[in-house]
Every structure is written in C-alpha cells, then in structure tokens.
C-alpha cells in the first residue's frame, strides 16, 4: 500500500478550513472532524478507510485498472436512473428521516415510471440482460 495521506493543512497557514468542515462532520463524526480541522493532521490511506472517508485503498500500481473497472460497472446501469438516484441522494442527505422516507417514497415512484425500469423488470424475469433506453 502506498503511504498517501489525507488532511487539512490549512490551519498551519493560518486558515481554517471552512469548505471541509461541513463534509468531514458528516463523514467522520464532530469529535474526530474537529480534531482534524484544529491540528491539521494528515491520516495515513488505511486509517481515512477505517473511518469512512475512503471506499478502498489499492496499490498505486492498481490504480488506474480500479478505477477502470468501477467506472464500467457503473457505465452498464440506466443513466435515467442513475439521475435520478443521484439527486434524490443528495437531497435526502440533509433532511430528517422521516421527511427523506417520503421524499424517497415520491421519487420511487417517478422511477417506477420509466422506461428503464419496466425493461429492469422484464430483462430480470426473462433472464436477460437488460437494453437501457435511458429514459
């Protein structure tokens, strides 16, 4: 494993670091986000995966073909509902969970309404690989 790290500098050049904070509350937790935020620590790769801000860590030699392979599973999905799923993501990151549940209730919904969706189903029940449209 590589020894790439991850911090704030920025206070040991006298700012703080704003734009980070709020991201860093919500991936890390208050306790250890403002430790980072006040001490400008860097976390080694495998410590960032420990605590959540990191999905994995790969050799640097394995790098690129990682990253190949997640963008092309990614690339095989509807980009209508990969849309869609994004943004309702988003704004349900923010709101209280019972508001997200009906938030997310409404664009189930929309998403139960496209074309993708039906040609999801129908591929699965026919044991087929689907034929996104992307609507």
Same mark, same amino acid.
């Given at each position: &494993?590589?020894? /790439?790290? *991850?911090?704030?500098?920025?206070?040991?050049?006298?700012?703080?670091?704003? &734009?980070?904070? /709020?991201? *860093?509350?919500?991936?890390?937790?208050?306790?250890?986000?403002l430790e980072l935020l006040l001490t400008g620590d860097r976390l080694k790769a495998d410590e960032a995966l420990r605590w959540g801000l990191l999905n994995q860590v790969v050799p640097r030699a394995e790098l690129d073909a990682t990253t190949r392979a997640l963008a092309a599973r990614v690339a095989g999905k509807s980009r209508a509902v990969l849309a869609l799923g994004k943004s309702s993501f988003r704004t349900a990151e923010d709101l209280a969970l019972p508001q997200a549940m009906d938030f997310l209730a409404g664009q189930l919904t929309l998403n139960l309404g496209t074309e993708d969706a039906a040609e999801g189903i129908s591929a699965f029940l026919e044991r087929r690989p689907p034929s996104w449209k992307d609507r």
């Open positions: &494993m590589d020894s /790439a790290e *991850l911090g704030t500098p920025e206070i040991d050049v006298g700012l703080f670091p704003m &734009m980070v904070l /709020a991201l *860093l509350q919500r991936h890390v937790g208050r306790k250890r986000a």
